[in-house]
């Protein structure tokens, strides 16, 4: 049995069109794969640690190798429980929303959460080395209006792709889901090609 771990970083719930895309990838998922378990995490429901200054102090801790005090250690064991919860699915599914040309809020105060010096990535002599790779992950993109690959205003995949890259992953998937700020007719037809997509993707997921 097999952890695909699917992270929700749209509000919208009914409204929103990339969990809507994630929803078809995870039917066609779940048929192709029933013994398998999908674990979710709701961004805007889910309570999430405050990096702060405790956290940092940690981070800092564990750069420079020094000893935590109470209050760190308190704030980092919720940390490593999310930290934890993430390495040990087997397959990723993301959506979400492009929010001001990036991402929402509470995806990158999770990027924060999970993204750790000697846990999902390690200083070497020859540089950084990721620590959480080798498994399989798909983005569901959605945007108001439509951005081509290599567009200076897209500071939403461009980021994904590089700080999972960073912690490890070279195996990722893009499904893009645009433009969602259109008329009814453009929007439904872009949705569809995404839901087929997605489709195709879980099959072979
Ligand atoms: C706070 C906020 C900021 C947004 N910023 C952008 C943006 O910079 N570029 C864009 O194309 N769409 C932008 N949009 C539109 C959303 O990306 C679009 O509606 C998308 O479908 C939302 O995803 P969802 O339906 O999964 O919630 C923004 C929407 C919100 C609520």
């Not at 704030?75 to 087997?90: C, P, R, T, V, Y």
């Not at 990723?92 to 492009?98: A, D, F, G, H, I």
């Not at 002599?125 to 951005?147: F, M, T």
């Not at 980021?159 to 490890?168: A, D, P, W």
Request: net charge positive; charged share 25%; proline share 4%.
């Amino acid at each position: 049995m097999k952890t695909l771990l699917y992270i929700k970083a749209s509000p919208r719930d009914q409204r929103s069109h990339s969990h809507a895309v994630a929803g078809a990838f995870l039917s066609a998922y779940q048929q192709k794969n029933p013994q398998d378990k999908i674990v979710t995490i709701d961004l805007f429901k889910q309570s999430l640690p405050e990096f702060d200054a405790f956290a940092a102090e940690s981070k800092y801790a564990i750069i420079y190798s020094k000893e935590k005090t109470d209050e760190q250690v308190k704030k980092w064991s919720q940390i490593e429980k999310l930290i934890e919860q993430f390495k040990s699915a087997d397959k990723y599914l993301l959506s979400t929303p492009m929010w001001n040309f990036s991402i929402p809020y509470r995806l990158k105060n999770y990027i924060d959460i999970i993204v750790q010096p000697t846990y999902t990535f390690a200083v070497t002599g020859a540089g950084y080395k990721g620590l959480a790779g080798g498994k399989p992950l798909c983005v569901i993109y959605s945007r108001g209006a439509s951005y081509d690959e290599n567009s200076a205003m897209d500071f939403q995949k461009k980021y994904i792709e590089f700080i999972f890259g960073f912690i490890g992953f070279t195996d990722i998937k893009a499904i893009i889901c645009q433009p969602m700020l259109s008329d009814e007719k453009t929007v439904s037809s872009a949705q569809a090609n995404a839901v087929t997509e997605a489709k195709a993707v879980a099959q072979k997921f």
